[in-house]
């Protein structure tokens, strides 16, 4: 049967188009530079925000209109799968992602959880034989079943400390059996409502061991998937230990870790922290950590991850610009990990949210490339710190000078002239940019 009858496959129609259905900007077989935008884009669905999601909230329950809502059980998770292939093949997806629980129910035991994941994995990887669709990444989740209600690898109980470990031995089997090019470790519940009953060193040290022992098993069982941490800052712990990217790397760092890992930034993740989506960007490029992304954006008047489809130009443009920066994103790809509103509640809302998102970073690749082939920013920045590029400055960068000379070098000037940083005026011209890429197209 098919759970999407009136919806054929997305095509490209370009910007002219009044088709709801269709492509205004993304066209998979363009080419940016030398590459094509869908090998630039690597677009991923979300399997928990599309196919399992309610869209009920803390004030309401569900609304979502789903046909296959009518199964329950493991029905109700074969016909997710039927769902999300069809899926996949009408919006042309190169990619997808999944949590352990979104393709299968857990049981009441351990034992009969992996024997549910084995049966729905079986099923997938039959669909994937004939499919484009690959796996993106998979991971576990430690977070929502109340027995991780302390946290998983930073538990305080041992027992759950093991429970977390072996659903993380499953799913490092199950995302080598599915091929997945990335493993994603979100921390959902690492971290601490207060300080006055948690031992932050040993929850720290043991997140550390948790994250050897995991590299340990994918090396012992062949699985050379690039290990992802996504960082968030709170909600649902009041503070979580990968606040962001910087605390994040810190944490690698001291651990010895971060040879293994690379990041997994969510843009509402980003907001949440007190950072604009291109700074945990720029911050994970500078550091050669920028793995893969989120897509998504936050609500500018609400405090919480709201996961809203992308349709900012200007924050996919900045995005496309740390990223084709970073040599695109490798192994990672443009993951959607949002959902549509409460009141988008029919099932034909998943396809023109995820064509508005699609659009939305195809305009913002093409943008960003146009910005980096005529040197836009980096004329700016070039001209910001000429200073650095000769003279004193120069001595600095190249560590050739000391504080005595520097003091010196200070008692001798007569004035310091600063220069405009003419931010309006570089605001403008992405502007200009920004709305050249409609005029190309007419």
């Known amino acids: 049967m098919s759970y999407f009858p009136n919806i054929d496959v997305v095509q490209y129609e370009g910007p002219k188009s009044n088709n709801p259905f269709a492509f205004k900007f993304y066209n998979p077989e363009e080419k940016v530079g030398d590459r094509t935008m869908e090998e630039i884009l690597r677009f991923g669905v979300a399997y928990w925000h599309t196919f399992t999601e309610d869209l009920s909230d803390p004030f309401g329950a569900g609304t979502a209109i789903r ?29 997808f992602c999944f949590h352990d629980v979104d393709i299968a129910p857990e049981g009441d035991t351990l034992r009969e959880t ?8 079986a099923m997938i990887k039959d669909y994937m034989k004939d499919s484009k669709t690959k796996l993106l990444w998979n991971t576990v989740n430690n977070f929502t079943h109340p027995r991780f209600v302390h946290g998983a690898a930073s538990s305080n109980h041992a027992d759950v400390f093991a429970y977390a470990a072996a659903k993380v031995k499953k799913g490092l089997e199950v995302g080598k059996e599915l091929g997945a090019e990335n493993y994603v470790f979100w921390g959902g519940r690492e971290g601490y409502e207060t300080l006055l009953n948690t031992d932050m060193k040993l929850e720290l040290d043991n997140l550390a061991r948790f994250f050897h022992m995991a590299i340990d098993y994918a090396k012992e069982i062949g699985f050379d998937a690039q290990f992802l941490i996504e960082p968030k800052p709170k909600e649902p712990t009041s503070h979580q230990y990968d606040f962001d990217v910087a605390s994040g790397y810190a944490f690698l760092q001291n651990y010895d870790l971060q040879d293994h890992f690379k990041f997994n930034i969510e843009a509402n993740h980003a907001t949440l922290a007190g950072h604009t989506f291109e700074h945990e960007l720029r911050y994970a490029r500078i550091h050669n950590m920028l793995g893969s992304v989120d897509a998504n954006q936050g609500h500018p008047l609400l405090g919480w991850d709201t996961d809203e489809f992308p349709t900012d130009l200007y924050a996919t443009t900045l995005a496309m610009y740390e990223i084709l920066k970073n040599g695109g994103l490798g192994r990672g790809g443009l993951n959607f990990d949002a959902k549509v509103r ?12 995820h064509i508005a998102g699609m659009d939305s970073f195809a305009v913002g ?11 836009v920013l980096d004329q700016v920045v070039e001209e910001r710190y000429e200073s650095f590029s000769k003279g004193i ?15 010196a070098y ?9 220069s405009s940083g003419k931010l309006e005026r570089i605001k403008s011209t992405i502007n ?4 050249r890429v409609y005029a190309d197209k007419e």
């Open 67 to 95: 046909p296959w809502d009518k199964y329950s059980g493991l029905d109700l998770a074969k016909a997710r799968v039927d769902a999300a292939f069809e899926f996949f093949e009408k919006i042309n997806a190169p990619y």
């Open 114 to 121: 992996n024997k549910n994941l084995d049966t729905i994995v």
């Open 342 to 353: 409460r009141g988008s509640f029919e099932p034909e809302d998943l396809f023109t949210a």
């Open 365 to 375: 690749l093409k943008v960003a490339h146009r910005l980096i082939e005529d040197r």
């Open 393 to 407: 400055g120069l001595e600095i960068v190249e560590g050739k000078t000391d504080f005595h000379k520097l003091e």
């Open 410 to 418: 200070a008692l001798g000037l007569d004035e310091i002239k600063n």
């Open 432 to 435: 200009q940019y920004l709305l």
